[in-house]
T-cell receptor, first 117, second 113 residues
Framework: NAGVTQTPKFQVLKTGQSMTLQCAQD?????MYWYRQDPGMGLRLIYY???????DKGEVPNGYNVSRLNKREFSLRLESAAPSQTSVYFC????????????????FGPGTRLTVL | AQSVAQPEDQVNVAEGNPLTVKCTYS??????LFWYVQYPNRGLQFLLK??????LVKGSYGFEAEFNKSQTSFHLKKPSALVSDSALYFC???????????FGTGTRLQVFP
């Protein structure tokens, strides 16, 4: 049971290049998330997927696209990387449930450290 | 709109002393509150959550948190700090009808031997 896995761990891009960050979970969770972490700003939600085939914008979606390929996998794509996208990216998953009883915690992957030159 | 505030960027405490990491929140309706810890170069790990019931919530590694509705606070506490508790701590809030979490900016806890 690996939990949430992310690839790659590190990546350096030049401005304008594209790349896809991969995320997979083996906990059979419906909900998956992409965050970015920047110093002094905590974690900010980029995109969210409540179930296979659905995605929703978070707080900072500009410059990113996502694909919920199946229940296990949720990828994040940078079409044309910019230096402002230099950050640490975390994927997370949780049991879904919008009722109070099912306010489930999120499980996080180890992160991808991205530098855009 | 939902928000979380962690007023201290860093908290320093001597090993063996009690520690408190502060968190206040703003949310419509009943709040669902979480604490996470992040060790260097690692992802976030869940510590504890408040959903309903007893205002004192116990979690992993001896941590606990006290929910105070009148002060809209959810402070993290531990009776006796360990050097190994040194890490970055995040408070988060979730509204009633959403899975999305709003995170605070984090508080770095430094425990000195």
């Amino acid at each position: 049971n690996a939990g949430v896995t992310q690839t790659p761990k590190f990546q350096v891009l030049k401005t304008g290049q594209s790349m896809t960050l991969q995320c997979a979970q083996d906990m059979n969770h419906n909900s998956m998330y992409w965050y970015r972490q920047d110093p002094g700003m905590g974690l900010r939600l980029i995109y969210y997927s409540a179930s296979e085939g659905t995605t929703d914008k978070g707080e900072v979606p500009n410059g990113y696209n996502v694909s919920r390929l199946n229940k296990r996998e949720f990828s994040l794509r940078l079409e044309s990387a910019a230096p402002s996208q230099t950050s640490v990216y975390f994927c997370a998953s949780s049991e879904s449930g919008t009722s109070g009883v099912a306010a489930n915690e999120q499980f996080f992957g180890p992160g991808t450290r991205l530098t855009v030159l | 709109a939902q928000s979380v505030a962690q007023p201290e960027d860093q908290v320093n405490v001597a090993e063996g002393n009690p520690l408190t990491v502060k968190c206040t929140y703003s949310v419509s309706g009943n709040p669902y509150l979480f604490w996470y810890v992040q060790y260097p170069n690692r992802g976030l790990q869940f510590l504890l959550k408040y959903i309903t019931g007893d205002n004192l919530v116990k979690g992993s590694y001896g941590f606990e948190a006290e929910f105070n509705k009148s002060q809209t606070s959810f402070h993290l506490k531990k009776p006796s700090a360990l050097v190994s508790d040194s890490a970055l701590y995040f408070c988060a809030v979730r509204g009633y009808n959403t899975d999305k979490l709003i995170f605070g900016t984090g508080t770095r806890l430094q425990v000195f031997p």
